[in-house]
Every structure is written in C-alpha cells, then in structure tokens.
C-alpha cells in the first residue's frame, strides 16, 4: 500500500496480557517513530528506527515496553504484562527528509 | 534537550473570523519546526513545514505560520476559518542534527458556526 499500515485497528485485552502491535511503513523510509496518544496527553515520543537499529529509546515507559525493527521495514511494539495505564491509542509513522507519515494507528484498550 | 509548548489546549472561533494558534519550543541547536493536523477519526497529516529560507511558510487548506528565532515561536494562523478546519493540531520540533520529532500536548480548534 502507499501508506503506512498498522495493525491491529483495535485490541483489547485484559490486564497482565502481552499485545503486540505491528507497523509496516511506507517503502523506501529508512525511519521510523512510535508514538503514544493518551486522551489530553499529546503525542508522546516512544521510540525512534533509523534502519534496524533504535538510536533513542529513551521515551519507552517502562522494561515491559519493546520495540524492533527488521530489514529496515515491519516494525513491531510490544508490551508485556499489560496494565490499565498503557490504555491508548498507539501511532507509528515513517519519516521522508523529517516529514512523518502517520498510521491510523492502534488503539489498545487494557481491561 | 527539545521541547514544544501549546499554552492553548481549546480555541473557539467563529467561522470566518481569523485565528492564531500558539507555539514555543526550546532546542539547543538549530530546528526544523512543523504543524500537523488530526480531523476528527482521522490520521494526523502534515499542514506545515520550516526547514529553511523564508521564515513565513505557507500550508494547505489557507494556514501559514512564522518562524521567530528571536522569540523561539512557530505560532499558526488563517485569515478565516471554515467549519472544515475544526481540529487538533499539533506543533513539533526537529532537532538540526537528529530526527527525533517531539510534538507538543494540541491544541484543538473549534470553529462554531
């Protein structure tokens, strides 16, 4: 597709699952960002790809968050032993010369 | 270390009157400095850009903005709205030499009829 593609649209699981959340840029983009939308909360960095590789991990909340990237494409998020807090919309973009190209995200719902 | 302020977290509008939405950020070296736009259910999508040159850019949908190096804003306006333009909108920044991107809380527009 010409966009970028992140699946699932929606997920909801209960407290203490794993959820996994998988983005597919657009390609060509070398780039690639995580970010988190809470309701009133903005977009809050969470993790950056150039390549393969994450040179800035430092928006990731906590050590039950992870995120990689392979062939310089798919990447995915994971958040393990979820909790009610991680409850919000998730967005990836990718990025052509510092222009984002956003996903229409998933929206993760912890019960 | 970069940061973006939007002191206005609602702004409401009349249609056809004009509108200024506020933007300051912090960096330690030189930026690159944009505007995006979330319709409601939709993505956000790219409105505005400064990289470089003429500090008055121009967007789609009739928006500008201007880059004050001297007072550290980006601030966005349009001459006058339309209904259409009811959104959130978000101002971020780039760092010269590093791509994070770091967006600021939105500030949503709402332009009554």
């Known amino acids: 597709g010409a966009g970028v593609s992140q699946s699932p649209s929606n997920k909801v699981t209960e407290k203490g699952k794993d959820v996994e959340l998988r983005c597919d840029p657009i390609?060509?983009?070398?780039?690639l960002y995580w970010y988190r939308q809470s309701l009133g909360q903005g977009l809050e960095f969470l993790i950056y790809?150039?390549?393969?590789?994450?040179?800035?991990k430092s928006g990731l909340p906590s050590d039950r968050f992870s995120a990689e990237r392979t062939g310089g494409s798919v990447s995915t998020l994971t958040i393990q032993r979820t909790q009610q807090e991680d409850s919000a919309v998730y967005l990836c973009?990718?990025?052509?010369?510092?222009?984002?190209?956003f996903g229409e995200g998933s929206r993760l719902t912890v019960l | 270390a970069q940061s973006v302020t939007q002191l206005d977290s609602q702004v409401p509008v009349f249609e056809e009157a004009p509108v200024e939405l506020r933007c300051n950020y912090s960096?330690?070296?030189?930026?690159?400095l944009f505007w995006y736009v979330q319709y409601p259910n939709q993505g956000l999508q790219l409105l505005l850009k400064y990289l470089s040159g003429s500090t008055l850019v121009k967007g789609i949908n009739g928006f500008e903005a201007e880059f004050n190096k001297s007072q550290t804003s980006f601030h966005l306006r349009k001459p006058s709205v339309h209904i259409s333009d009811t959104a959130e909108y978000f101002c971020a920044v780039s760092d010269g030499s590093y791509q994070k991107v770091t967006f600021g809380t939105g500030t949503k527009l709402q332009v009554i009829p």
């Open positions: 790809f150039q390549g393969n590789s994450a040179p800035d």
């Open positions: 960096s330690s070296v030189s930026v690159y």
């Open positions: 973009a990718s990025s052509s010369f510092r222009e984002l190209f």
């Open positions: 390609s060509g983009h070398t780039a």
